[in-house]
């Protein structure tokens, strides 16, 4: 999908350094993502993509705010972004256990988006 290719050009540009191309690409991504489901609701793929996309866009956050130079206030900004995204992503993983999707998929995403939020620390 268009959201998921947003995703690897945003890694790439991360790779070579390109950070706020990278932050433009992983938005574009999943704005593209959140319109999905709009069109196809029940669609796993599209959950899945946004899911990802949201990961990839906290880790990008935390990365971020490890910076040198990123003041205290700036650092804070940074983690609660981080922190909003993997809460997004574990939403999304509880509603497909709920729904009773894809049930040890979503609980393995479940404790991974529940490690994320915890070792992503207050802000």
């Known amino acids: 999908t268009l959201s998921r290719t947003y995703m ?42 946004r899911a990802d ?28 972004e981080a922190r909003s995204c993997f809460k997004k992503d574990l939403e999304v993983w509880q509603d497909w256990s709920k729904r009773k999707v894809a049930i040890p998929y979503a609980a393995r995403r479940q404790a991974n988006a529940s490690a994320l939020i915890a070792s992503s620390g207050q802000p």
Do not use: C, F, M
Not at 24 to 42: C, F, K
Not at 57 to 77: D, F, I, K, M, W
């Open 8 to 49: 690897q050009i945003a890694n790439v540009l991360l790779d070579l350094g390109d950070g706020s191309r990278a932050l433009e690409h992983y938005r574009q991504g999943l704005a593209s993502a959140e319109r999905s489901p709009q069109r196809a609701t029940s669609s796993l793929n599209h959950a899945i993509d």
């Open 53 to 80: 996309l949201l990961v990839a866009l906290g880790r990008y956050y935390l990365t971020s705010a490890e910076q040198p130079g990123v003041n205290h206030s700036r650092r804070s900004q940074l983690i609660a």
